[in-house]
């Protein structure tokens, strides 16, 4: 019987325990702040029963073994498949509009160098789609750069390549796609690279927004776009704080449409388009 019958009959390949689950929510949850509820059993199943077959074990409860005698190889890897990494290319284009049109011209008339951070960049869309926003609004003469952050070491490397299957720049008008992608050729048939002009202005890193952050210089805005949707309340509130701590006055915190800053911070006031605010204290 193939493994996706035997879990439609609900005979699952490897035991999974009520208390391997809630190991696993813990040590998620307090090393990444996400919080997985019921709701994410069968994700977190299908997730980790990769990394059991892969390593050839038996169990859950032979993996979470694997993961308490402090294999660090491991956890890192565990994190990985836990972390849920979509984005695309420009989501939530009125972000972009509102950035083009009203933030890097005002930005521009006060300062030479515009400071952005993408926390929670995943596989690099999202800072791209910023670096061509910046390049292509900001007057001659001022310059731009971008931090790009995220948990996932996986996907940091990713958007650090800059390459992408070509169907995934589809929604992308052609001006754009003719100045800032390349399409590969021969073995790189069916993918694109961005401009080196692009790549030049972001940094990639590996970061824990849970962690301390080693940034000292302050930013103009920072972009954490469903990110915190996966994070408790009071995780939020801590972090917005943080953001605040982090940006100049009246910098641009950018939020995804499904996420909410009332009643979590006071440190934010809405501007512009749906979830756009800035600092006001
Ligand atoms: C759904 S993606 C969002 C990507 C992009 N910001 C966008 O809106 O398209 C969420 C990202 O947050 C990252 N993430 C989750 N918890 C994190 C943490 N504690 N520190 C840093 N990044 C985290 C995940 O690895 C994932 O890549």
Sequence with gaps: MSNQSK???????????????????????????????????ELVYSRLARRIR??????????CGLLKSGDDEEFVNFINAITTNLTSFFRESHH?????????????????????????????E???????????????????????????????AKASSGIYPANRIDGIPQHKVKKWFKKGRRKQEGYVKVSPDLRKIIEFNQLNLMNSWPMTEKFDIIFCRNVVIYF???????????????????????????ENIFKVSDRFDRIGPNSVYHKIK
């Design 54 to 63: 892969h390593l050839q074990l038996n169990s859950f409860d032979e993996y």
């Design 7 to 41: 879990q439609a009959l609900g005979d699952r390949e490897f035991s999974f325990t009520e208390s391997n689950f809630k190991k696993i929510c813990k040590w998620v949850f307090d090393y990444a702040g996400i919080e997985l509820n019921e709701g994410k059993k």
């Design 232 to 258: 408790s309340k009071e995780t939020q509130k801590v972090l917005f704080d943080r953001y605040a701590e982090l940006l100049v006055d009246g910098g641009h915190l950018f939020i995804g449409h499904s």
């Design 126 to 156: 999202e800072p791209y789609s910023i670096a061509m926003t910046l390049l292509e609004n900001i007057l001659p003469g001022k310059s731009a750069s971008i931090l790009a952050t995220d948990l996932d070491s996986n996907v940091v």
């Design 96 to 124: 972009f509009d509102y950035l083009a049109d009203s933030v890097v011209p005002n930005l521009c008339q006060r300062q030479n160098k515009i400071n952005v951070w993408s926390a929670g960049c995943s596989t690099g």
